[in-house]
């Protein structure tokens, strides 16, 4: 598998999680206060560097073809899922996910809560713990799967580390919901590279020769892409039909 597509597949699905995990954080470190908000960081991040020192060995251990099989069939699983949800979006059967809309819920949310009692704000700190471990699993597991499966999980790593340095410093600038970001289009992008990769890798586990070998990844890339548009394509066509049939 070519290394170029491994770096931006971990980078981009990377950025996707970050982006939602820091809108959490933003939302408690500026309704809550940022002490407690930053420890609930930090113990999920100690949590995740412990899970990941236990499931990347275990993983490397798997034969690969039974690796490539399982591992294949789960991100099939999600990029299917994502590029369900990506595709009903951009037909407009499912409202755009608005990382801003989700900050002030977040923060609202927050101040409900009332005034923290005693040093430790509890509620922010599990806020920005379940945050950023749920969103971190998502990031320990794409980054684990790719680079074992590949044998390049420093590439994958090194994918992950660049997407958390980018919403890092867009977090640290902006100091908001980072609504800039186009998420709907990175989690579109996102799906159709985990469903390429799912069926690539599923299919080799299962035994089958792809031709070109890991070229073929991009062919299987483009089928995905052609075949996501032409259903949202349909999809618009469908939706906005009976409009037209009521004004005619």
């Given at each position: 598998?070519?290394?170029?597509?491994?770096?931006?597949?971990?980078?981009?699905?990377?950025?996707?999680?970050?982006?939602?995990?820091?809108?959490i954080?933003?939302?408690?470190?500026?309704?809550?206060?940022?002490?407690?908000?930053?420890?609930?960081?930090?113990v999920?991040?100690?949590?995740?560097?412990?899970?990941?020192?236990?499931?990347?060995?275990?993983?490397?251990?798997?034969?690969?073809?039974?690796?490539?099989?399982?591992?294949?069939?789960?991100?099939?699983?999600?990029?299917?899922?994502?590029?369900?949800?990506?595709?009903?979006?951009?037909?407009?059967?499912?409202?755009?996910?608005?990382?801003?809309?989700?900050?002030?819920?977040?923060?609202?949310?927050?101040?409900?809560?009332?005034?923290?009692?005693?040093?430790?704000?509890?509620?922010?700190?599990?806020?920005c713990?379940?945050?950023?471990?749920?969103?971190?699993?998502?990031?320990?597991?794409?980054?684990?799967?790719?680079?074992?499966t590949?044998?390049?999980?420093?590439?994958?790593?090194?994918?992950?580390?660049?997407?958390?340095?980018?919403?890092?410093?867009?977090g640290?600038?902006?100091?908001?919901?980072?609504?800039?970001?186009?998420?709907?289009?990175?989690?579109?992008?996102?799906?159709?590279?985990?469903?390429?990769?799912?069926?690539?890798?599923?299919?080799?586990?299962?035994?089958?020769?792809?031709?070109?070998?890991?070229?073929?990844?991009?062919?299987?890339?483009i089928?995905?892409?052609?075949?996501?548009?032409?259903?949202v394509?349909?999809?618009?066509?469908?939706?906005?039909?009976?409009?037209?049939?009521?004004?005619?």
């Amino acid at each position: 598998m070519s290394g170029v597509f491994l770096f931006i597949s971990s980078f981009l699905a990377s950025t996707v999680e970050m982006v939602e995990a820091l809108t959490i954080v933003l939302a408690a470190g500026v309704t809550r206060g940022w002490r407690s908000s930053l420890i609930g960081v930090g113990v999920a991040l100690v949590a995740l560097a412990l899970i990941c020192g236990v499931l990347g060995p275990a993983l490397t251990a798997i034969p690969i073809n039974v690796l490539r099989l399982v591992v294949g069939g789960l991100l099939l699983i999600f990029g299917l899922q994502w590029l369900r949800k990506a595709i009903l979006r951009a037909s407009g059967y499912k409202a755009l996910h608005d990382e801003a809309a989700i900050y002030q819920r977040q923060a609202e949310a927050a101040r409900a809560q009332g005034a923290a009692a005693g040093g430790m704000d509890w509620y922010a700190f599990t806020l920005c713990f379940k945050g950023v471990l749920l969103e971190g699993l998502e990031v320990a597991f794409i980054v684990v799967t790719f680079g074992a499966t590949a044998h390049q999980v420093g590439l994958a790593a090194l994918g992950a580390v660049a997407a958390l340095i980018l919403v890092l410093a867009v977090g640290v600038v902006v100091h908001a919901p980072l609504s800039k970001v186009p998420e709907n289009t990175l989690k579109f992008a996102v799906g159709l590279l985990l469903t390429s990769f799912g069926t690539f890798w599923s299919a080799e586990g299962a035994g089958a020769n792809w031709p070109g070998s890991d070229a073929a990844i991009i062919g299987v890339l483009i089928f995905y892409i052609l075949i996501s548009f032409a259903l949202v394509q349909a999809l618009i066509r469908h939706r906005t039909m009976p409009a037209r049939a009521v004004a005619a």
